[in-house]
Every structure is written in C-alpha cells, then in structure tokens.
C-alpha cells in the first residue's frame, strides 16, 4: 500500500499483494470501492505520525504486508503496525510527537457519546460529518448527517466539525468506516491543533469487554478495537493521542439514562435518518427504544409491527447483537410479552436479578482510562451509577461461556 496526503486529501495504491476485498480489524469483509477520499478543515502541517496513523484508518483492511508513506514516520508507529498488524511501514525517520494535554470526545450525538461527553464537561467535541464523494453514488441516501451536525452545534461545546467522504471508500456492505477508528481520522490531524493527548469514544461495556456489536458474544478483555493493550489502543498511544472510554465500564441502559438526564439531552440524536427527530422505523430506533422503555419503566411506545422487515431478527432465536441491552430491555418493559419482542422473550426468560449487573459500572474500566482522566471519570461513575460488586463483576466476566 502506497499513501499520499496533498492537504486533507488521501491517495492511495494498492501493492500486488493486496487485495480489493480486506477484512477489517473486527473481521468484518469490506470491498473497496474507489482509492481516494478527503477531509475538510484539517491543518496541513500536522505530524507525520498524526497522518500515517489517520491513513491507517482507512486503508488498513486492504493493506496485506507493507506501507509506504509519503513522509518519513517515527520508529514508534512503525513499532506499532509491525506489532499489532504484521505490517512493514516506511520510511522511518521522524521524531515521535509528544502527547498534548486535552482530552477530546469524539462525538456523534448518540446516547453514548453524550454520556461520555457529560463525563468530562470541559472537554471539546470533534465531530465526523460524512459527506458525499464527487466520484461515488450514494446509495445509501437516508443518513441525514446535516441534522446529526446541526445538533452537535447546539450543544454549546467547542466544536470541531470534520467533513469527509471517507466511508465511500468502502463499497460493500455499504458506505462506512473501513475501520472503526477512522471517525477519529480528522481528530487525529487536528491533535497538534488542539493540543490531544486523548480522545474519548461512546464505546460502552458492550462494544468494550463483551463482544458485542459485529463480534461473539464473549467476554473480550483483550478486544484489539479498543483495549488499550490492543493494536489500535498501542498504535493511538504511539503518536500520543490515548484511546479514553469514560464509559467502557456501562451498558447502553445507563448510558441512555445519562443522556436523557444530562444538558445536552435536547440534541441526543441515536438515529441517522430523522429530520425533525428519531424516525421512530430504523432498526435503531426500535433497538434503543426498548432500552429507554426499560430505562423510564413504561411500555413499549414503537409504530413497528411484527411483520415488518426491520423486526424480522425478533422473530429468529439469539444470538442478538446487543444481546445483554435486550435481555435488559424483556426483563423491565412492561407488557413486553405482547410486542414483536414476544419470540425474544420466550428464548432468553431475563430477569431483573439476572440483568442488574448493567446498572453498574465495571471497575476495570476505570483503571484503564489514562492517568490524566482517570480520577475525574472515578468520581463520576461513583456518583452518578455506582459500582458493581463481585457478582455483577462476574456475570461481566463469564459473559458467553
Ligand atoms: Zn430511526
């Protein structure tokens, strides 16, 4: 793989040996649809670290032995592909950069990354809007990234938006990050700008330590998305930009209830198609509507019927993703037998017993947040959730076996 930065713009060429078909980091296959993509708003002085590491992001699951940068890269970061992804990366020869003091959150709008956001108050927002390619149909015409924009403005924070074509690159399954990290591709260029020395993600106790989401549902300590031991967590911390999950350590029932209870709870927005606000006929908003029906201990409010495509899943039997948020979910929503979630409920019988563990936090999520961070997401978790005890900690870490 050969890359070639001109501003916020990428190129780049396949070697023979890679290929158009790659996997990403989760094991998820991703085709490639075009070889170039652009970032708006994005310095173009940064460290070469900062955009090998941003590159990485986007070509990583095409990219099968070697990397040829158009600038010279640290020994660390190549330390870093080599160790995390068998991966030959040149030239070498630049200073490594030195880690800022800000934490940034990397912020969708979503009830997670607003509950991280609400974590650390002061902290500024870096926000990916997806923008069309000049040269890639959109296929997928629903995504109404202007809305989920507008409402990251109204937040009141300090606000960096990145607009960018990137997901075009990917051609199937359909536009989207070729890796997850590459939503933090403009947070990356922007690092010298902004002073980063971290970047926090929404990722919550599912995506973190139970394999939810694309994987299997199995306790994952050592998940290399996100761990901070893992190749992505190493290869962030080598251009001094820490991975921080201030909430890796709660479900998405306790990241919903601080979302909706926080001050930017007018601008959560966990659907990608609404205008004027959720449209209520995603599979998205079905998922986190059972999640805030549990959360605010009411029925069921959805216009989706059981015969509906999008509720085709309820009616197979588990594995689900996200299986740990609907076992909550069954266990508390009153009158959930008499809903399309009724097949669901007969196959995993979850009780409040069972699934109070997501009502707290998992210790270890804490002590791995970097030092500089760490103390004030302690303090929040102990005031605003609670922790669990031995047996939750155990429920955390016998999930899926
Ligand atoms: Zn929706």
């Known amino acids: 793989m050969r890359v070639t930065w001109t501003g916020g713009e990428l190129g780049f060429r396949l070697d023979p040996e890679d290929e158009i078909t790659g996997r990403a980091a989760d094991g998820y296959p991703v085709k490639l649809a075009i070889n170039s993509c652009a970032l708006s708003g994005v310095p173009d002085d940064a460290h070469p670290d900062l955009f090998a590491v941003a590159a990485w992001t986007v070509v990583a699951p095409w990219t099968r032995r070697k990397i040829t940068f158009d600038r010279a890269v640290s020994a660390e970061v190549a330390a ?3 160790d995390g992804w068998g991966i ?6 630049a200073e490594p950069r030195r880690a800022g003091r800000t934490l940034a959150i990397s912020y969708s709008g979503g009830a997670d990354s607003v509950a991280a956001a609400a974590v650390y ?3 500024p927002f870096v926000h990916f809007r997806r923008v069309s390619h000049p040269r890639v149909p959109n296929r997928w015409p629903h995504y109404r990234s202007d809305v989920l924009a507008k409402l990251a403005e109204r937040t009141g924070r300090d606000l960096t938006v990145v607009g960018s074509d990137l997901e075009f690159t990917l051609a199937e399954p359909r536009p989207g990050y070729p890796e997850h990290h590459a939503v933090a591709a403009g947070a990356l260029l922007l690092a010298d700008r902004l002073g980063l020395g971290g970047l926090g993600f929404g990722y919550e106790l599912g995506s973190r330590w139970l394999g939810g989401d694309r994987y299997v549902l199995r306790y994952t300590p050592d998940n290399v998305l996100w761990a901070p031991h893992g190749a992505w ?3 962030f911390a080598a251009v001094g ?7 890796g350590g709660v ?9 909706v209870n926080s001050d930017l709870k007018d601008q959560v927005r966990w659907c990608l198609r609404g205008t004027d606000g959720p449209c209520r006929t995603c599979g998205k908003c079905l998922y986190k509507e059972l999640i805030l029906a549990a959360v605010e201990r009411r029925p069921l409010d959805t216009p989706i019927t059981a015969d509906r495509p999008v509720a085709r899943k309820w009616r197979l039997p588990p594995p689900y993703g996200g299986q740990e948020m609907i076992e909550y979910g069954l266990a508390r929503v009153p009158g959930i037998e008499h809903t399309l979630f009724a097949k669901a409920l007969d196959h995993l019988r979850p009780t409040e017993e069972s699934t109070s563990w997501l009502d707290h936090c998992y210790p270890p999520s804490i002590e791995e947040i970097p030092a500089p961070w760490r103390e004030r997401a302690a303090a929040f978790m102990a005031e605003h959730v609670g922790f669990m005890t031995d047996d939750e900690i155990r429920r955390v870490e016998t999930w899926g076996s």
């Open 121 to 123: 108050p002061d902290a």
């Open 241 to 247: 930009v820490h991975i921080v999950l201030p909430v």
């Open 233 to 235: 967590g190493r290869l």
């Open 88 to 93: 030959e990366a040149g030239p070498v020869g």
């Open 80 to 82: 870093a592909l080599h």
């Open 251 to 259: 479900s998405e029932a306790v990241t919903m209830r601080l979302a």
